[in-house]
């Protein structure tokens, strides 16, 4: 398969999976509540994928980091790397471009392929803007995020239980692991 058939073929996929993205939740399931607000600017950096529900894309992810700027258009320029399969497998890079949704800062549309904007909600975001946890109503894909490539246990295991409050199923959660 020559590199170009490869990247229309992945590129096809991830359409499929943001075409779902794009489904409404589940009517068994409320729909998640964003953080009160988020301070953009302080929200910018980089942050270290520390757990997930995977999307395909991510599956085998080492070292992954989601990096977030704030562009002059109000839109959020995204960056995510990771390694695939291995700490040093090859890179992968992936720039989606985040759009704020509501007036909190804390719902966005995150568009891989245009025109589809998949829901990206910061459910979760402590006062010192050290971890986050990003979900979806549908309760298929979620982030535990840091500004650090390792956190405490402790804090894992109570961003954990977040999680499951809101509805997932925290077995189903891959640590991501980091050099």
Known sequence: MTKITTALLQLALL??????????TAPSQPALQPVAKVELPRFMGDWY?????PTFIEKGAYNAVESYRLS???TIATTF??????????VK?????????DSS???WGMQFVWPIKAEYKIVYLDPEY????????QRDYVWIMARTPHIAESDYQALTERVR???????LLRRVPHK
């Open 165 to 171: 409050l809101m509805g997932y199923e925290t077995n």
């Open 15 to 24: 359409g499929g999976v943001l075409l779902c993205a794009g489904c409404k």
């Open 105 to 107: 800062n804390a719902e």
């Open 130 to 137: 050290q971890h986050t946890i990003v979900a979806r109503d």
């Open 49 to 53: 994928v520390i757990a997930h529900i």
């Open 72 to 74: 002059p258009d109000g």
């Open 81 to 90: 790397t990771f390694n695939r399969d291995a700490p040093d497998g090859p």
């Open 93 to 101: 890079t992936y720039t989606p471009k985040g759009f704020v949704r």
